[in-house]
């Protein structure tokens, strides 16, 4: 990694590969919902972070959610287009990797890229450090691949796993090397 | 499922969900090469299955081995061309699934499909029962995939799952249910 500011990606994924389905539902992923939500650490990433990094496509649609589930966190925006904060986030027009560099010199410590294109962006150019997979029981049969396009070879460090009683299987992956 | 006879798939898959590179390049699969061979119950499964089912590429590559890795076991393989047995392994021209139901027919009780083009028949014809996935820490970036084309929705039962210390992450899966 040539910058340093920790960057981390934690996505549910089906067997097959899809963050998506087709038309962007989301309604697979109710397989994996239990009575009571299990803890995937997604809470304790949220904590450690100081700042959220999504595309404009993702920042819409959780406008749409009628919430803002990121209270409290700086939220930068990656966009050309102007846009009207609505509660403190920022935008940015340029790459990722732009970003990153101009965080990094703000001293912020760690990010985390959220909606697939950043996250597919953040993963072509090997700008992920932290990769975390949480694999849920289904094929979908087609979507939205989480991998697309011209992706680097790389080597990935298995630091920890865990299994849920609902099938879910994640994976924590720090990034090794190119290989 | 509708068939008597158990259908397995046991395959090494790269984070983004590869089973084989650009020109079939393998090489990344020796990330978790180690020096003694971790037991990721592939043994367990050959020694447990009455029959292999491959399509004829597959087939072909392992006459390139120089060895057959099946002595013992009965081959078949789906292919339209006429074949000349060289270990005993027969040709079957018609469907996966009709051949499933034969081999059933022959009081078969469990078969493993070898091979891509087989597994991806299987997956997208929801004729698998048992589906081992064992995840190498790589992206390779673009090859073979092992989801493609039009499959089906399908809820699968996670049964149980180890991590190797080379950081193969594998799960096992029964199928549930369509959804």
Chains 1, 2 share one sequence.
Do not use: C
């Amino acid at each position: 990694m040539d910058h340093a500011i920790k960057v981390s990606v934690f996505l549910g994924i089906s067997l097959d590969g899809y963050i998506a389905g087709a038309d962007n539902d989301l309604s697979w992923l109710s397989a994996v919902e239990t009575d009571l939500p299990e803890d995937t650490g997604y809470n304790a990433l949220m904590a450690s972070i100081d700042v959220l990094v999504m595309g404009r496509n993702t920042y819409e649609t959780v406008l749409t959610f009628g919430f803002w589930p990121y209270e409290g966190k700086q939220v930068v925006v990656l966009t050309s287009r102007p846009l009207a904060p609505l509660h403190g986030e920022t935008s940015f027009n340029g790459s990722l990797r732009e970003l990153l560099t101009e965080l990094s010199a703000r001293g912020l410590k760690h990010v985390y890229l959220d909606g697939g294109n950043v996250v597919r962006q953040g993963l072509q150019q090997q700008l992920v450090d932290e990769l975390t997979l949480s694999w849920v029981p289904v094929t979908i049969g087609k979507g939205v691949r989480l991998f697309d396009g011209d992706m680097s070879m790389n080597h990935w460090k298995l630091t920890s796993h865990q299994a849920f009683p609902s099938g879910l299987l994640q994976g924590r992956y720090k990034f090794d090397k190119a290989m």
